[in-house]
């Protein structure tokens, strides 16, 4: 391959057709798991149960799947996580069907293994280009996002009622077809087999392990776990926040797709900034638009301070999320990837889900102007540790 065209790069593009069809399953999840969590669950309490164990699920799964890909190639590892997302599918549809409660929350578990899975896109692409290509290649692989944040819903609102008259069930047997489809290319192309290395046990891999403790990877996961976590600090409670403000549903919604866009859209580009300036300094700019958007939430309840804020964050994420995955596959010796990928992934799920939860609970007991303000506070603290550490590994 002539590394300075990447679309001469079969292996790559058959990757990026890839994730962007299975992409598309994550925003119909988004509307899916609570629309019919509320239809089965015994009680309102339990209505959030499948998307939250969708996202247990993929906290769970993120080690697993690297070690298979580590141990038995990419191609293994993204098959099993098709035919997750196929079982979930299926499973839904037939807990919607059947009326079950129970096969609903056991497809999320599925599901969210399903989109953990999706994760290692990013860094199968990266070892398909040379290393000077690799961030331009992890920063178009995420603009699938962007085509997924538009055809999800889409695809969502064409087929919720196909199975009429149960409510919802086409939305999951259209995942059964996402996945059929998106298994295709990975059929097609052949990816770089795994490095041949002795089985190791459980000690050697804990042992393993200490190479996160040396400064260059160290900074890459926490920069991915700080921009992941802060960008869901502020998405998540954003609707509730709007709502609570007096805006209605469809504005709320509005943000948030404008957010999503905002997200994806820059991966045009942040590669080949990278490519050209440094992951580092590219790193604190994108800390340093996800400090503008806290301070955009602080300075006002209008829809312009949501809209503004929301996708200063989206582009912020992109930035930094971008930069920290470049970062992680430059310091990994080849060896050891797949186990320092799957904590690294571990860790941004565990994150998320914290944030998640401390969000929630932040704007329901002290409102949208502390949250901002916390989120500012945790970006200082992170962003002074990035300094000192960048200054010590550049």
Request: a positive charge; aromatic letters at 8%; charged letters at 5%.
């Amino acid at each position: 391959m002539r590394s300075t065209i990447l679309s001469q790069n079969g292996t790559y593009l058959g990757l990026l057709a890839a994730n962007t069809i299975l992409g598309a399953a994550m925003p119909m999840l988004i509307i899916l798991g609570g629309l019919a969590g509320l239809m089965l669950a015994p009680s309102t309490a339990f209505a959030t149960l499948p998307a939250s164990l969708q996202m247990l699920a993929g906290l769970l799964a993120a080690a697993p799947f690297s070690l298979i890909m580590g141990r038995y190639g990419r191609k293994i590892g993204f098959a099993i996580g098709g035919l997750c997302l196929l079982a979930g599918g299926a499973l839904g549809m037939w807990g919607l069907i059947s009326g079950s409660f129970i096969l609903l929350c056991l497809a999320h578990l599925a599901l969210g293994a399903a989109l953990a899975c999706f994760q290692y896109f990013r860094f199968a692409a990266a070892e398909t280009v040379s290393t000077a290509w690799q961030p331009v290649a992890i920063s178009l692989m995420l603009t699938s996002g962007l085509i997924a944040a538009f055809v999800g819903p889409q695809m969502f609102i064409m087929t919720k009622d196909a199975l009429a008259p149960v409510p919802l069930a086409g939305g999951y047997a259209a995942l059964v077809g996402v996945a059929l489809v998106g298994l295709v290319p990975l059929a097609l192309i052949r990816l770089p087999a795994p490095p041949k290395t002795a089985p190791q046990t459980l000690r050697q891999r804990i042992a393993a392990l200490t190479v996160l403790r040396q400064r260059p990877v160290r900074l890459a996961v926490g920069l991915g776990a700080v921009s992941q976590g802060i960008m869901v600090f502020l998405m998540v409670p954003t609707p509730l926040a709007m709502i609570g403000c007096g805006f209605g549903d469809a504005l709320a919604g509005d943000v948030i797709r404008w957010h999503v866009v905002a997200m994806f859209a820059p991966s045009f580009f942040t590669g080949f900034l990278i490519k050209k300036f440094g992951a580092h300094p590219i790193a604190m700019i994108g800390l340093g638009f996800l400090a503008v958007s806290s301070l955009v939430a602080l300075s006002g309840l209008t829809s312009g301070h949501f809209y503004g804020s929301l996708i200063i964050l989206g582009i912020g994420w992109n930035f930094s999320f971008i930069s920290a995955t470049t970062l992680l596959a430059h310091a990994v010796p080849e060896a050891e990837k797949a186990l320092v990928q799957g904590a690294n992934d571990t860790m941004i799920a565990l994150v998320s889900t914290l944030c998640a939860f401390v969000a929630g609970a932040i704007i329901a007991g002290f409102g949208w102007a502390v949250l901002a303000g916390v989120s500012l506070v945790l970006l200082c603290v992170a962003g002074a540790v990035f300094v000192v550490d960048m200054r010590a590994t550049v």
